[in-house]
């Protein structure tokens, strides 16, 4: 495409016309001087009643001025009488720091199992690229991961897992990182 030279173009001489302008007796009626000068005399009317109500407030304030104003006691003006004092608050007997050091409490032989270790479980696909892509995926946010092969009654599968973790808050602690970083949907069990 060629290049113009909209500089030394000359200026259009005629206009076109808007087709948006209405035309005929519409354009007569819309161009009538009635409308801002409605507009006009409601504006002065709003100004001048305002300005009627201020003056009106200034004569006003004058006669509230000589005004005094008196305050009289109610019609039923009785003094408060003491019927009947309150009881005194009564002492409370704690039989509980008495009784404390005196109690034995049995506590039996119990022993912590611990679980085991840990293992989080991220993903597993048909595909072993993909498994590879996943892991690679979380190498980058700073832990790392093992592909296993799983062969089963409905096929080979690659699962992709983290771990083993001494226990079940350092495996929540990776879980959280990894969603963290847009990877959800990993399940911790215990080892097997």
Known sequence: MAHQDYVARPRATKKKKNPYKPKGKKAVANNSGFKPVFIGLIIVAIISTFAYFLFSLKNNASDVEGLEIKLSEPANSTEYVEED?????????????????????????????????YQMQCASFRNQNDAEKLKAKIAFTGLSSTVRKSVGSNGTWYKVVLGPFERKRQAESAKHKLKRNKINGCQIWLWT
């Open 85 to 117: 004092p309150l009881p005194e608050p009564p002492t409370e007997d704690w039989s509980y720091f008495k009784n404390l050091p005196e109690k034995d409490v049995a506590v039996g032989d119990y022993d912590v199992k611990e679980s085991g270790p």
